[in-house]
């Protein structure tokens, strides 16, 4: 008989650990069974609100012979040693994007993933938000045509609005800071509309944040990509500016920019540009992050490999690591060849 639901467990339960939260509770089948932070306090009150129950330790957590599978939102510096662990337990994994804080790491996870015969899933939610799905059918359906060049921009002014963590600003464990937190999502939904990309090549700023020891910090980043189908194209992430979100796509057929809510079509008609304004707006609040939780409790019942497994959110960090090579050495960067170093 096939189980109706899968028992999970959440893996850091503040700030975006409440978003995976409630889309935990949202999907019915997945059963939150237990919780784990370095937040007691913030433990309890989860397990207050949710009757789940609340570990002592992680250790004890993964010890639990009913758990399936845990959910990581935790810190990127600590995903290799808490999904190792859990996938050493038998649990099935998904981790919140960055799969991990390097390509030696997180191919560690894959392997340990692999070794284990246990799912993982990366939690790269942005390829599922609408705008992109559509601009996805727009491409396969052949509207685009070919297509020639890709240019993204993903840019918040966190670094002034926000108080950004001092793990952020240290590139052991968060290098490039607005590419690994922010830009990361458009290189997966790069790859996921146009293909792999082969090499980049890479600048980066300074231009406003410093650590506590008044160290400047890397808060803009911007690269030109070279895709193995020979598509060349742009992608800029800021943490110290204001809102940018979009990815243009340009063809033999139409242009299309793909945003937050809604997307445009551009088309030239005898000799006129066409622009067809497309809505994208989500029915729900967080409904890409849904419908990738739904997809890892398909996946936890049925067997079936995610759209973002280990391999795919592996190559996503290649690509961000190879940036950082590239501008400290200001030279273009294989992708490739990051990958086969490890």
Same mark, same amino acid.
């Given at each position: 008989?096939?189980?109706?639901?899968?028992n999970?467990?959440?893996?850091?339960?503040?700030?975006?650990?409440?978003?995976i939260?409630?889309?935990?509770?949202?999907?019915d089948?997945?059963r939150?069974?237990?919780?784990?932070d370095?937040?007691?306090?913030?433990?309890?009150?989860?397990?207050?609100?949710?009757?789940?129950r609340?570990?002592?330790?992680?250790?004890?957590?993964?010890s639990?012979?009913?758990?399936?599978?845990?959910?990581?939102?935790?810190?990127?510096?600590?995903?290799r040693?808490?999904?190792?662990?859990?996938?050493?337990h038998?649990k099935?994994?998904?981790i919140?994007?960055?799969?991990?804080?390097?390509v030696c790491?997180?191919?560690?996870?894959?392997?340990?993933a692999k070794?284990?015969?246990?799912?993982?899933?990366?939690?790269?939610?942005t390829?599922?938000?609408?705008?992109?799905?559509?601009?996805?059918?727009?491409?396969?359906?052949g509207?685009v045509?070919?297509?020639?060049?890709?240019?993204?921009?993903?840019?918040?002014?966190?670094?002034?609005?926000?108080?950004?963590?001092?793990?952020?600003?240290e590139?052991?464990?968060?290098?490039?800071?607005?590419? #690994?937190? !922010?830009?990361?999502?458009? *290189?997966?939904?790069?790859?996921?509309?146009?293909?792999?990309? &082969? /090499?980049?090549?890479?600048?980066?700023r300074?231009?406003?944040?410093?650590?506590?020891?008044?160290?400047?910090?890397?808060?803009?980043?911007?690269?030109?990509?070279?895709?193995?189908?020979?598509v060349?194209?742009?992608?800029?992430?800021?943490?110290v500016?204001p809102?940018?979100?979009?990815?243009?796509?340009?063809?033999?057929?139409?242009?299309i920019?793909?945003g937050a809510? #809604?997307? !445009?079509?551009?088309?030239? *008609?005898r000799?006129?540009?066409?622009?067809?304004?497309?809505? &994208? /707006?989500?029915?729900?609040?967080?409904?890409?992050y849904?419908?990738?939780?739904?997809e890892?409790?398909?996946?936890?019942?049925?067997?079936?490999?995610?759209?973002?497994?280990?391999?795919?959110?592996?190559?996503?960090?290649?690509v961000?690591?190879?940036?950082a090579?590239?501008?400290?050495?200001g030279?273009a960067?294989?992708?490739?060849?990051?990958?086969?170093?490890?």
């Amino acid at each position: 008989m096939k189980r109706e639901y899968a028992n999970i467990a959440l893996i850091g339960v503040t700030n975006h650990g409440r978003t995976i939260l409630r889309m935990i509770e949202a999907c019915d089948k997945l059963r939150l069974r237990s919780c784990f932070d370095i937040n007691s306090a913030a433990v309890r009150q989860v397990a207050a609100e949710t009757g789940c129950r609340a570990p002592e330790s992680y250790e004890a957590l993964l010890s639990d012979p009913e758990l399936d599978a845990v959910a990581i939102a935790t810190p990127n510096f600590v995903h290799r040693d808490q999904a190792i662990e859990a996938l050493r337990h038998g649990k099935h994994v998904f981790i919140e994007k960055p799969l991990a804080v390097n390509v030696c790491e997180g191919l560690e996870i894959v392997k340990t993933a692999k070794d284990a015969g246990k799912i993982l899933q990366v939690g790269h939610n942005t390829r599922k938000r609408r705008s992109f799905r559509q601009g996805k059918r727009f491409i396969d359906a052949g509207e685009v045509g070919e297509i020639v060049s890709v240019y993204a921009n993903m840019s918040f002014n966190f670094g002034i609005s926000k108080d950004v963590p001092e793990w952020k600003k240290e590139k052991d464990k968060c290098q490039m800071l607005p590419m #690994t937190q !922010l830009g990361i999502h458009f *290189v997966d939904t790069l790859q996921y509309l146009v293909g792999p990309i &082969a /090499s980049v090549t890479c600048t980066q700023r300074s231009a406003v944040i410093q650590n506590k020891h008044g160290e400047k910090v890397v808060d803009s980043v911007a690269a030109t990509l070279m895709f193995e189908n020979g598509v060349i194209g742009a992608i800029q992430s800021d943490y110290v500016t204001p809102e940018a979100y979009q990815v243009v796509i340009s063809g033999t057929r139409a242009r299309i920019t793909c945003g937050a809510e #809604t997307i !445009l079509v551009e088309k030239t *008609v005898r000799g006129k540009v066409e622009v067809q304004s497309i809505s &994208a /707006s989500e029915e729900i609040d967080g409904e890409s992050y849904l419908s990738e939780i739904r997809e890892f409790a398909e996946c936890l019942l049925t067997g079936n490999l995610p759209d973002v497994d280990g391999k795919v959110g592996l190559r996503n960090v290649a690509v961000v690591e190879a940036m950082a090579r590239s501008a400290e050495s200001g030279c273009a960067v294989k992708i490739g060849e990051v990958l086969c170093e490890v």
